[in-house]
Structures are given as structure tokens and as C-alpha cells.
């Protein structure tokens, strides 16, 4: 049996890859229009479905988390995969581009809290 204090821990990391994955799921969201906005390969198929991907997945995880739904573990093992080609696409086309730092930046933090969950 769990002791109180460790599902208390539990319940905060929860709470804080809930809202990672929410932040996440926004900034890429904004990153998109950001791209489109750019155009070139920031524009591309490839870069917007792996934008369109991240955000989904972590809407999806942030969802199986709140309703504590038993699969949660298996999305947030997904999400942090995804999180993880998204940030290093990111990086590869962020050329100084703050707001794609940023992005990557965000997608690096829900990798790791939705890794820590899917343990």
C-alpha cells in the first residue's frame, strides 16, 4: 500500500504533467500558425502534421489523466515520444527564432513530466 505521502507526490507530478500537457498542446497550436506564417519549411506537410500530432497527443494525455482513466500511462508513453521528435524539429528549423525555441523548449518539459507518468 502507497503511503499519503507519496500519492500526494504523485497526485502534484500528475497535476504538473497535466498542465505541461496543456501548455503544450497550445504552444504547439501557436507554433503552427507561426509556421504557416513563415512559410518554406516551416510550412511543410511533414513539420505541420508533427506540430498537428504533439498538440493532439497532448491534449489526449492531459484528458486520460484528468478522468484518471487506468490507460493513462500508455498515452503519456506516446506523448512523451511524440514531444520529443516535435522539439528536435523545432530546434532543426528554430534558426533563432524565439517563438520556436520556446516551442521545442515546451515540448522538452512535457516529454519529461509525461515520461515520469508513464513509468
Known sequence: MESISHMRTRGMDMQQC???CLDCHRTCLETSIHCLGMGGEHASADHQRLLADCAQ???TSANFMIRESNFHKRTC???AEV???CAKDC???AGGDQHMIQCADMCKRCAESCRQMAA
Do not use: S
Open 18 to 20: 497535466i498542465q505541461n
Open 77 to 79: 508513453g506516446v506523448c
Open 91 to 93: 530546434e532543426r528549423l
Open 83 to 85: 514531444c520529443e521528435a
Open 57 to 59: 497527443i497532448c491534449l
